[in-house]
């Protein structure tokens, strides 16, 4: 079941451009290889030594969005890697045109369904963490079973999770933050320093989408937890 809403929308001649240039090299499809293959190793599961040209620890983006918040961030951690997964193309080629502008060389990014490329491709107890900034709130009562944060899926993220690895969950929807809280703090192998929401991380940028919400009045909560 999807977790997301696909967009259509328009490329644009800048991100048509990048896609063109970038895609090739920084970029792949989860469902399809005729539209850039993922390094898999021998094991076929995502070979991120060939990916990132090094080993270091790897951040996974599920929805990056426009890429404002990737982009940021890996530029003021350039000791990690961070693969962004998006399932709306306009938002790709908008990060890897952003990657670009800043030289960075710790961004890769990858099209389509996250779920299913940490469910089939990312090796167990490999992640440094993974980040999951302001989902599809699905607000209407039948929708919340696709939410992204719901126990299933978070077993299955926290299992990609290194041991002291971190889930850091972020929205403005008021009922799906203590949602969120309530399920990520019902996972015997998760622990949450903070007792509870946690403060504003100073390394979380505020993105267009975020301030949006703020000037609605909208309260942004983060969760950040840890695995055991």
């Known amino acids: 079941m999807r977790t997301f809403h696909p ?22 499809s989860v469902h399809d290889d005729a ?3 993922m390094p898999l190793d021998v094991d076929g599961r995502l070979d991120t030594a060939t990916l990132f ?17 990737t982009a940021a961030m890996a530029a003021d951690d350039p000791d990690r890697d961070y693969l962004a997964v998006e399932a709306h193309l306009p938002g790709l080629a908008n990060l890897l045109g ?18 299913e490329l940490a469910r089939h491709r990312v090796r167990p107890d490999s992640l440094d963490a993974v980040h999951v900034f302001f989902p599809d709130p699905w607000p209407k009562a039948r929708h919340h079973k696709r939410r992204i944060v719901q126990p299933e899926h978070v077993a299955l993220l926290r299992s990609r999770l290194r041991p002291g690895g971190t889930l850091h969950c972020a929205t403005d ?17 998760l622990e949450n320093p903070a007792g509870g929401f946690a403060p504003r991380p100073a390394h979380r940028p505020v993105t267009k989408f975020e ?14 937890v840890r695995r055991r």
């Open 98 to 115: 952003l990657v670009e502008q800043a030289g960075l060389t710790n961004v890769r990014v990858a099209h389509g369904d996250a779920l």
């Open 35 to 37: 539209h850039g293959p």
């Open 211 to 224: 301030q949006r919400g703020l000037d609605l009045g909208h309260t942004v909560h983060d969760v950040v």
């Open 53 to 69: 040209g090094r080993s270091a620890p790897l951040v996974l983006e599920i929805g990056s969005g426009m890429g404002e918040t």
């Open 7 to 28: 967009r259509r929308a328009a490329l644009g001649a800048a991100r048509e451009d990048a896609l063109a240039r970038l895609w090739p090299v920084l970029g792949f």
């Open 173 to 189: 929807w008021e009922e799906y933050a203590h949602a969120m809280l309530d399920v990520l703090t019902a996972d015997p192998e």
